[in-house]
């Protein structure tokens, strides 16, 4: 069973729009192909976001967050990768989760690291759109 840690962006995305990808996640929980963990610290960026941007979606938030396992914060430490950061916390918790998948929108930041497990120490940082294409 795969492990997917969720960046903010995925979850504020799903909190926004119920018929994506990123919803789709939840939608499917049931079936056993996936546990989806987070972080306090993605989830309160999400809240953030949201709140900031469609407050109306904050139960939504609520709703998604419960179905998430959350996964422990590490202290902050030098990451193996070059990221900024604000995105080291969620590099960190997703490998201390020992998640086999961070699924983020974050291309800018995350994505000249995509699909290099042998650089994240077995992680594979991926889009949930290339996610959900390889199954």
Request: hydrophobic share 40%; aromatic share 6%.
């Amino acid at each position: 069973m795969d492990r997917l840690f969720l960046d903010a962006n995925v979850i504020f995305t799903a909190a926004h729009n119920p018929d994506g990808k990123s919803a789709f996640l939840f939608s499917t929980l049931n079936q056993g192909r996936w546990e989806l963990l987070s972080s306090r610290f993605a989830i309160e960026e999400a809240r953030r976001n949201l709140a900031a941007r469609y407050p109306q979606c904050l139960p939504e938030l609520e709703r998604l967050a419960k179905q998430l396992i959350e996964a422990p914060q590490p202290t902050a430490r030098p990451v193996r990768i070059a990221l900024p950061e604000k995105d080291q916390p969620i590099l960190l918790a997703a490998q201390a989760a020992k998640a086999t998948h961070l699924l983020t929108g974050d291309l800018r930041h995350f994505g000249p690291h995509m699909n290099q497990p042998d650089r994240t120490d077995g992680l594979i940082i991926t889009t949930v759109a290339d996610y959900l294409g390889g199954l």
